[in-house]
């Protein structure tokens, strides 16, 4: 009995000696000298500089906390969710891990060992105070659509990192050539601008080039306040039923139709061609494209190499004022079941990620439209705007966001699936002149059948299938 108790002490000293390692902290290292290690999963992206930002705040964040390390790892966007479920069941959950904007839901269904959430609200965690380790709390700070997507049952369930949208580019020099004064707004004016540029001698090859892509619907029903599931888009319960052929989808790809027969819409025929369609805009083959905001430099140079005036607007849509917009980026998770220590540190941090200095740098470099309005006002304090006013439509884009459930991004499983049937749809309607109705309606039939499926068999505790974690891209 004795050597059995030999045996399990070691075994004990032997899991001690290994946890304290992995953890970072050394063995044999006094108390008064180790760290407290908050480890960190963020999304990488292909755009250059967002790394070595995030590892550059670490270290200044570490240097105003000499008692903390913090360890900035990261994972591509779309195997993040499957890389934390794996660390969440093994017990080693990220403090902060950075999801896509569309792995919401995936963050929200993701559980530990023990089959419990494996993040826990930061409004929660944070608990009204205003200051953690001596970081202002910038939440009640941040841009209300921001919060809004966020925010479930009245719960900060993230912190938002990075916010964008989908934004019109405009070729002003060509709306120039064809006397049109004012930039199109709704579906109406831009069907008119069309017949406009149509008859210049010179004119492009066509008015506007657009990416048969997903988040383009969303935005569409985003304008108009329009719900894209039941339980308020997802956030007074979970997402049962999914509504593709609203007459809000309806008479979206309707007009998209109309468009194509007229020759205004270019259409490559591939899904998600975003490339395509910005190059387009680039070459002056169109006068229009709609993309994202992260974009927008790009959208700069591709101008200053074409010798063209560049405007940014908001995406037109069937009426005025929006009532949303869609919204992309990311937010950060914070681990359930945290010691103070440790959860405080990675609250310290994502407040002092987000704090209007670094607010400011992160926009700069990644494009980001500000999460806070300190960040904004920074911005705006420096000159940026005057120096970079097409960054400001977004700004305003998404400022005009408001209260109704539709104006927010749906929270809802099997996304990428949901949209891939919605993308075909689209894709009939336009190159097989497919009836809108019908051909969503049947698309709806499908994205219904895919959104069960993910309710029934990617919820709840245990490894869930890949197919559960699958993101647009």
């Not at 063995?27 to 480890?39: D, E, Q």
Request: proline share 5%; charged share 20%; hydrophobic share 40%.
């Amino acid at each position: 009995m004795r050597r059995s108790r030999l045996l399990a002490a070691a075994s004990l000293a032997t899991v001690v000696s290994l946890a304290l390692v992995s953890s970072g902290t050394a063995v044999g290292v006094p108390a008064s000298a180790r760290k407290i290690v908050i480890n960190t999963l963020f999304s990488i992206y292909d755009f250059p500089g967002l790394d070595t930002t995030l590892i550059k705040r670490g270290k200044e964040f570490e240097k105003a906390h000499p008692q903390y390390k913090v360890n900035v790892k990261f994972s591509y966007y779309q195997r993040l969710p499957e890389d934390v479920e794996k660390a969440a069941l093994a017990g080693e959950t990220p403090a902060i891990a950075s999801y896509n904007i569309s792995g919401t839901q995936f963050a929200l269904d993701t559980l530990d060992q023990n089959g419990k959430p494996a993040f826990t609200p930061v409004g929660k965690a944070i608990a009204g105070r205003k200051k953690i380790l001596g970081e202002p709390v910038v939440v009640d700070d941040l841009v209300p659509a921001g919060r809004r997507y966020y925010s479930k049952a009245g719960d900060l369930f993230a912190m938002p990192l990075s916010l964008s949208t989908l934004q019109l580019y405009v070729n002003k020099t060509l709306l120039d050539k064809a006397g049109v004064k004012t930039i199109p707004r709704t579906y109406a004016e831009m069907s008119a601008t069309c017949a406009a540029l149509k008859k210049l001698p010179d004119g492009p090859k066509s008015c506007v080039a657009l990416a048969n892509e997903g988040k383009l619907y969303m935005q569409a029903l985003a304008q108009q306040g329009v719900n894209f599931t039941d339980n308020a888009n997802g956030r007074s319960g979970r997402a049962t039923t999914v509504d593709l052929n609203s007459p809000a989808l309806v008479d979206y790809t309707t007009w998209w139709q109309q468009m194509y027969r007229d020759g205004n819409f270019l259409y490559s025929g591939q899904m998600e061609d975003w490339p395509g369609t910005f190059g387009a805009f680039a070459s002056q083959e169109v006068a229009f494209t709609v993309t994202s905001s992260f974009a927008i430099n790009y959208g700069v140079d591709a101008a200053k190499a074409a010798n063209f005036e560049f405007v940014v607007a908001p995406s037109p849509a069937k009426r005025v004022p929006y009532a949303g917009a869609w919204l992309g980026g990311e937010g950060m998770y914070l681990a359930a079941g945290l010691d103070d220590a440790t959860r405080d540190g990675a609250l310290a941090f994502m407040q002092f990620v987000n704090n209007p200095k670094n607010g400011a740098e992160w926009h700069r470099v990644y494009g980001a439209s500000p999460v806070t309005n300190g960040a904004y006002k920074e911005l705006k304090a420096e000159g940026y705007y005057q120096e970079h006013p097409q960054h400001l439509a977004t700004v305003e884009q998404i400022n005009a966001t408001t209260t109704v459930s539709g104006g927010q991004s749906p929270l809802v499983g099997g996304f990428a699936g949901i949209q891939q049937a919605l993308m075909r749809a689209v894709d009939d309607i336009l190159e097989k002149n497919a009836d809108p109705l019908e051909r969503l309606t049947r698309a709806d039939s499908i994205a219904q059948e895919l959104l069960t499926d993910y309710n029934d068999h990617c919820v709840g505790p245990g490894l869930r299938p890949t197919t559960c974690f699958l993101l647009d891209s």
